[in-house]
């Protein structure tokens, strides 16, 4: 018995109901990918959204001129494309064109001692002259 808004309520214990998974088949497929790997490398790598923004205004310009080739259902598939599921789809190939450290050296306390640094107290102030807004050098010291 378990006490729910103040009534005492009988629950069952037993298996857990699972929800059953739906495995949609998949709209995009690898013509789409591979067109879409295409126009990625060609306008640098840039990320999902904004490229989903150019395949709407460049798509038609491509093929037109007869620098892309696809099919007309390849075609109308990347015309609907979202910038997250290009994201989605390219992902593979984003991880593999990630960046890595270049260095692995860090920097030692003799290494920091050899590098000046200056602070605001190491300033002489009598040494810079007042500047106003505008621009004007004065003689005036702070």
Known sequence: MVKIDGRMVEQEVGEVKR????????YYDETVVKVLKVMWESFDYMCGQRLASIIREMLPVLVGSGKLYCSKKTYEKLLRVS????DRLLREDKVKMRLRGCSHT???????AEIPV????VLEV???PFVDEDGVETENYI
């Open 83 to 86: 910038g997250a599921t290009i």
């Open 106 to 112: 860090k920097a030692t306390s003799m290494l920091k």
């Open 19 to 26: 929800r059953k998974v739906v495995q949609r088949p998949r």
């Open 126 to 128: 009598e040494e810079y």
């Open 118 to 121: 200056r602070t605001w107290s």
